[in-house]
């Protein structure tokens, strides 16, 4: 079963990463250096665990994962988006990112926060244009768009930046952080998956199921996140550890102290798990979230 | 007539300023800046010239414009979130929009980002839930949202943009400085007018029409800009007056002087004004055109 999960993630991975190419804006001609910006950030995406989701979840529920490939982009775009803000000066300044240097490190501020909204923006052109690209359905497209414009925003992802700008210094309690992690990592896995769903035809209760799936595994990943922070190597991360400590930020290790922490990831993938089990053909992400727990970076 | 339009041009601005109203996300609660600063810098909107022509641009094409007010309203929210952008210190570094602190000097810089990108993407939420909202056609919605994301990313404002920066401090001969002008300001009044044919179900000679016309309105309009830099004064414009000069910015005023800019502004007026023509009832256009040559701020 692992090698066969592994042959699967890769030929995903190798899908995503080809459809990426194929529909970013091309490199060259003149003021290049937006579009260098775009595709330097999104090629830095490692596993593309994101678009995975949405292809696996269109698969399953009986949908051909090839006509959500662009959905399945438009998520990852809009997650380096994020990325690449959250990065900036005024933001969590940080000067890494998956071991290179940060979007405005490499091409400057006004660049980065450019190809930031030039990601974000190409995300729903993706979308609204799958109809034309893999014939997808245009009603379900619209759907998918819906979706994910209400995760990313302000009462999704960029709602919890807000809450986690305005938190800090401050002492979180568990169901603040929880919330905040919610937002700012669950919704976007939430709206990885729900896409999936809505791209095959799913109905109502798979789409909950899809959802409440991406809910517990965001809190775990979030939750493995923050013990690599204390236990992982700057080379495995690719980014300084330490720095929620350094920074004074409240994580669910510095809340309840590493063991039980790691506990809590736990019983978020479990309950993620359960979920799946209500699905059919869960093997492949059952593979997937146990991989998520028990990564090194 | 004068009286008419006004009234006409009245009660679109009312429709308009109170469906945006009903839309955005309420404020109140906790972690409310955000939202705060999102109706702060939408409300600063002034006459809503991009929602109107969505709207007339629905209604001349047959269309009820009813229909297509989420999709008006998705057009100026996205243009706020440009603004908002284009004022951070990393761009522009304008203190002052339209007489009021501009969003970061009210929000603070990392507030001003978040809801600019939650602008962003609320326009395209907007679109997504218009067949909810107002029972607009799905189908068209889906195009309209393809277009807005086409005429606001790289290829079109955010390219412009790009462009403007890039070209800071050098010397540049007209045709380039028309092509950012085409994306940084026609490109978005192009979406304007487009998406109101495309809710109306226009063929694509309307459409065609709709986008010649705006792109000329849009070389007017910023032509107009530049000279009011140069003629208008701080109160009427609501920011400093001579700021592309003390910038060393190359406008159209620079390259060719006040007079010829002048006549410049009335050329693509007129081939604005002439592009009407083709269209059926074009009266509240053709006022409206005319009034954008000859205001004072």
């Known amino acids: 079963m692992r090698n066969e999960f592994q042959a699967w993630q890769e030929a995903y991975l190798a899908q995503i990463n080809a459809a990426l190419e194929e529909y970013l804006p091309a490199e060259g001609g003149s ?4 579009r260098r910006a775009m595709r330097y950030s999104v090629s830095a995406g490692g596993k593309r ?4 989701l ?3 979840f269109c698969r399953i529920f009986g949908g051909d994962p090839v006509s959500a490939l662009p959905v399945a982009c438009a998520v990852e775009c809009l ?6 803000h ?7 300044d940080d000067d890494f990112r998956r071991g290179r240097p940060s979007c405005h490190k490499e091409f400057g501020e006004a660049e980065a926060l450019l190809a930031g ?5 190409f995300a729903f052109e993706l979308i609204a244009s799958a109809p034309e690209r893999t014939s997808a359905d245009p009603l379900r497209c619209l759907k998918a768009s819906r979706i994910l414009a209400e995760k990313a925003g302000v009462l999704g992802m960029v709602g919890g930046q807000v809450m986690d700008l305005e938190t800090e210094g401050t002492s979180l309690d568990a169901q603040t952080l929880t919330e905040i992690h919610r937002l700012k990592t669950s919704a976007l896995l939430e709206a990885a998956c729900l896409c999936g769903a809505v791209m095959a035809g799913a109905d109502e209760a798979g789409c909950q199921c899809a959802e409440k799936y991406a809910r517990n595994l965001g809190l775990a990943f979030q939750t493995v996140d923050d013990i690599l922070d204390v236990t992982s190597t700057s080379e495995e991360l690719g980014k300084p550890v330490g720095s929620d400590a350094e920074n004074q930020k409240v994580t669910f290790v510095s809340l309840y102290g590493l063991e039980k922490a790691k506990e809590l990831a736990e019983q978020t993938t479990r309950a993620a ?8 053909e869960q093997g492949f992400l059952l593979e997937l979230t146990e991989q998520l727990l028990s990564r090194r970076s």
Chains 1, 2 share one sequence.
């Open 49 to 52: 665990i994101r678009p995975t």
């Open 86 to 92: 959250d990065d900036l000066p005024c933001m969590d």
């Open 31 to 34: 003021f290049n250096a937006i």
């Open 273 to 280: 798990a359960e979920t799946l089990a209500l699905l059919p």
């Open 54 to 56: 949405t292809l696996e």
């Open 79 to 84: 997650h380096t988006y994020s990325l690449i």
């Open 117 to 121: 909204d030039a990601l974000l923006t």
